[in-house]
């Protein structure tokens, strides 16, 4: 992560410190005995522990906790160096885990109650000086146990045994990210807060509050235990104060007299705190502390806790957040830490995190199928982040279920809210990702796990039923890829606008439809009244950089990825990776930006969530991010750029293409979403059209006030064409005067080149007959065309956008499920200062202009071609494949010399780019410039086009939502 953001951490740091310091400072009544440090610690994979009583026997190894067996160098060493589904742990380990150490209690416990607290572990059970004592099997929230029986004053031996092997938990959990292998992994340890605490007899067990900002009340709700044998009365104290703004707001203290029966008692009190309230939101996180504090004649009991007042609610099909809509732009969160391959358990880290998120525009975090640690939500207070945690699962729900399945997720809920709930940024709850089968039974999990948050928005899952039932009764809100099954070609319920094959035809709206940027989801949006969010958009593959192996220095090696450089190696293309990582890269960012656009232009949605800012590690290896797995920037945007179009006020473009003629006007609208807090008042917004050398073609401004919570019409762009007489790309510069908001747009201006004339040397052809040999053994240039129906099988299909995730896992999901597979292509490389492109502007990567030229190609695969040779316009293919592919390509045979084009140019003569492209490969062919370096005799050539290239043996992988 950047140098650079450790600045910022320890100067908010220390802005906390500063007003912490000048408030009512908290002092907690109770006792703490800190238990982090060296534990004795035994394997026990045969699982005999318990009946060869190890928990009265001193452990021969040891430990550091917290911490986990990996970063322990615990386990059993992991053979499979093939493995490329997934970073690889160099020792594994599933099973039985004893923990154990000495502690002492100090004689000023003798009249208290004690308990352990484990922050963050899997399934375990504890003994005190050899006698069984609790069990918990909770793994998303911390784990107490009341030890008070067992821990008299003097030393004690606790005993520990962690499960994280099969049958610890049922089996549809495994599969979550809370579980399994491809993010976090199974890991076996402690991690977090291990402590000891000693409360009096009548102690204050939790503390949760509701803030009502329109009656300016916190409503605090107690828990209290008492030991008393009868009831009593006693005063709880509550005060409160906010301490990370500039204007301090100490609320009076107020006192209650209350009555506690003997056990369980739950008191509700309302707070009020007055017309300075502070509210919380991503504008202004403004946070506060409070304290309940209980006093009996037996002592006194106290806790805190951070909380801040906020309304995060809904108005017809959108957000808002005290009242002021609002646009998720959000991210989903895999658990993808490969230092520790768990976690952060700290703040600070988290505060990191959330920062760049940022920085990239982001004020929302969806966690697929898992939730974080208290940290992750302490920081989201801070850094005014929308939080969406969900319990562990991802899969099929059935009623009465007779595994358990259904009553351990609904303590995982339970556990959650109690845990995390008075959060300001926990706004939102799912049940986990993709789930199917008994919509029933998720109604009943939600109707359980409502009334104990009442503030918050709940969903029975993401993007349950894969979208195809839509919006159904008795949810919030909605993640959700579509609001329907598709029953046509036309996209109209999708809500993101990239798929695999396998789940919409063609891939959807980037690849499937001519590029512009007039559409968007109103159609799906209509059929809908709740808000809809984009559910896991822009999943588009980048090629590794292999330069990023040697950050890998923790719990997780790259094994998958020094085998995909090993590959590209054997394919002879080793000298290129940089390339396919750059070029790829670029196209993936146009992508993304496609996506996000498409939605922040939609009026009414409710936002999106990206797959991922940062790589996800598995799965087959699907490194989607324009972050790698560390959250470091690969250098294919910056957050600036990355900000034009992802943010709280975003500039928009609306035209219906890309690429014009001379002889026509460029006509478009540009409109501004305004998510920012208040309207835009008097906004002046100016327009520019620039040309390469930095020349003004077209310039435009208006003022005008923009609304807050809409996608707000402000002006047309009307801008003759006719005086540009060459081939050029030009930039559209969107400008907010007097902001940071703007955004740029490609335009490409070609002639109309209605009749293209052949030169008369130029030979073209379909095929290699004998005509065409003819025409080279004479000396003579040939274009060729191969004819696409002929040569389906050495050439792959033509596909403009990356990969969708990776193709090992939707090559076998579409292939089970009978839907095309997708050509699997990562985009074109090509040089283009090369004298191909002197009347074709392009860049070294495929952008729009591209697009129909693309589509209605075939690349060839050139395995067979010579070992250092390299196509004009490369495609870069998959890391699963590795071939050598060539949309066009040139060889001199015999005399002659023959350029092949593998796009059918012909088939697209209404779109100019496709005949400018054609007019640009004539007039390199015309020139002193064609003179391909590569020779091949006639039989090579024969060859090339006669002999199948081989195939490779592609192992697929499944996924849980397909099965």
């Not at 990191?352 to 940290?375: C, D, V």
Request: proline share 5%; glycine share 6%.
């Amino acid at each position: 992560m950047p140098i650079k953001t450790y600045f910022c951490i320890f100067l908010l740091l220390g802005v906390i410190f500063q007003f912490s310091c000048t408030r009512n400072e908290f002092i907690s009544t109770r006792e703490t005995i800190d238990l982090s440090g060296t534990w004795q610690f035994a394997m026990d994979s045969a699982q005999v522990g318990i009946e060869k009583n190890w928990f009265s026997e001193s452990l021969t190894e040891t430990v550091q906790l917290p911490g986990t067996m990996d970063e322990n160098d615990k386990g059993i060493p992991n053979k499979n160096y093939d493995e490329t589904m997934r970073l690889s742990r160099e020792k594994m380990y599933e099973g039985w885990a004893w923990y154990q150490k000495e502690i002492t209690i100090n004689e000023s416990w003798k009249s208290k109650e004690i308990f352990l607290t484990l922050e963050r572990t899997k399934p375990a059970k504890i003994w005190i000086d050899g006698q069984f004592t609790g069990e918990n099997a909770t793994i998303l929230s911390p784990q107490k146990y009341n030890l008070t029986p067992a821990l008299t004053p003097g030393k004690h031996v606790l005993t520990i045994l962690v499960d994280n092997g099969n049958g610890s938990v049922p089996n549809g959990i495994k599969g979550s990210h809370s579980w399994t292998e491809h993010t976090q992994t199974n890991w076996n340890g402690i991690i977090g807060e291990i402590k000891l605490e000693a409360t009096v007899k009548n102690y204050i067990r939790s503390l949760a509050i509701t803030p009502d900002i329109k009656t300016k009340e916190a409503i605090v709700a107690l828990r209290i235990f008492s030991n008393e044998a009868e009831n009593q009365e006693v005063k709880v104290k509550l005060r409160a104060a906010s301490w990370n703004t500039q204007e301090n707001h100490n609320v009076p203290a107020k006192s209650y007299e209350v009555n506690l029966n003997p056990g369980q008692n739950r008191i509700v009190l309302k707070y009020p705190v007055g017309d300075k309230m502070q509210l919380w939101s991503e504008f202004s996180p403004a946070l506060y502390k409070l304290s309940a504090e209980q006093i009996t004649e037996n002592g006194t009991d106290n806790l805190q806790t951070n909380f801040g007042f906020r309304d995060f609610s809904t108005s017809g099909t959108q957000f808002t957040i005290n009242g002021t809509t609002t646009f998720l732009r959000g991210e989903h969160n895999a658990c993808v830490f490969p230092l520790t391959a768990h976690p952060p358990m700290d703040v600070e880290s988290w505060i990191e995190l959330f920062q760049i998120a940022k920085s990239y525009g982001i004020n929302h975090y969806r966690y697929h199928s898992w939730t974080p640690p208290n940290a992750a939500f302490a920081a989201a207070d801070i850094e005014g982040i929308y939080m969406q945690p969900e319990t562990p699962f991802w899969g099929s729900l059935r009623e009465n279920d007779p595994s358990g399945l259904n009553e351990f997720l609904l303590n995982e809920g339970e556990k959650i809210i109690e845990s995390y709930g008075n959060h300001a940024s926990f706004v939102m709850f799912a049940l986990g990702n993709e789930l199917s089968g008994s919509l029933e039974q998720m109604q009943k999990m939600v109707k359980q796990l409502r009334p104990l948050a009442p503030e918050k928005l709940f969903a029975y899952g993401s993007n349950n039923y894969l979208g195809t039932r839509g919006q159904v009764e008795g949810e919030d809100f909605l993640v959700t890829c579509r609001v329907g099954a598709d029953t046509d070609t036309s996209y109209s319920t999708h809500t993101r606008a990239s798929f695999s094959f396998a789940d919409a035809y063609d891939g959807g709206y980037i690849n499937g439809r001519y590029p512009s940027t007039d559409l968007n989801y109103a159609g799906a949006i209509s059929k809908c009244s709740v808000p809809v969010i984009g559910h896991e958009i822009a999943q588009y593959q980048v090629y590794p950089n292999f330069d990023e192996i040697k950050k890998y220095t923790g719990v997780l090696k790259p094994w998958n990825l020094e085998i995909f450089k090993k590959r590209l190696e054997a394919a002879g293309m080793a000298d290129q990776a940089k390339d396919f990582f750059r070029a790829s890269g670029a196209l993936s960012a146009l992508g993304y930006r496609a996506d996000i656009e498409m939605a922040i232009r939609t009026p009414g949605f409710g936002g999106f969530q990206l797959l991922d800012l940062q790589d996800f590690s598995g799965q087959g290896t699907a490194l989607v991010g324009l972050l790698d797995a560390f959250m470091d920037s690969k250098g294919l945007i910056t957050p600036e750029e990355f900000s034009h179009f992802s943010n709280k006020v975003v500039p928009l473009l609306i035209t219906e293409k890309y690429c014009w003629t001379n002889g026509e006007n460029f006509t478009a609208k540009i409109q501004v979403a305004n998510y920012s807090e208040s309207d835009l008042e008097n906004q002046k917004l100016t327009w520019q059209i620039i040309n390469a050398d930095g020349e003004i073609v077209g310039s435009g401004s208006d003022n005008k006030s923009v609304p807050q919570g809409e996608v707000f019409n402000f002006t047309e762009v009307k801008q003759p064409l006719s005086e540009l007489k060459a081939p050029q790309k030009l930039t559209l510069q969107i400008v907010l005067a007097e902001t940071s908001y703007q955004n740029t747009y490609p335009i490409w201006v070609y002639p109309e080149n209605k009749d293209i004339s052949v030169p008369s040397e130029i030979y073209i052809s379909e095929n290699i007959d004998a005509q065409t040999i003819s025409q080279l053994n004479s000396g003579g240039k040939v274009l060729l065309f191969p004819n696409h129906k002929k040569y389906v099988a050495f050439s792959v299909g033509g596909l403009f956008t990356t990969d969708y995730w990776n193709y090992k896992m939707f090559k076998g999901i579409s292939e089970n499920n009978n839907k095309p597979v997708s050509p699997g292509t990562m985009g074109i490389l090509t040089n283009p200062e090369h004298p191909l492109f002197t009347s074709f502007p392009t860049e070294f990567h495929s952008n729009w202009q591209w697009w129909p030229i693309v589509k209605k190609s075939r690349p060839f695969i050139l395995d067979n071609a010579p070992d250092d040779y390299k196509p004009l316009v490369q495609v870069i293919d998959n890391i699963e494949r590795n071939h050598k592919l060539g949309l066009v390509f040139e060889f001199a045979v015999g005399e002659g010399k023959l350029l092949i084009c593998m796009s059918d140019l012909k088939a697209i003569p209404d779109k100019p780019e496709a005949r400018q492209f054609y007019k640009s490969i004539l007039e390199y062919m015309d020139s002193h410039d064609f003179q391909p370096e590569t020779k091949l005799t006639e039989q090579e050539l024969k060859t090339l086009f006669t002999s199948v290239p081989a195939e490779h043996n592609i192992q697929t992988i499944g996924n849980i939502s397909y099965e």
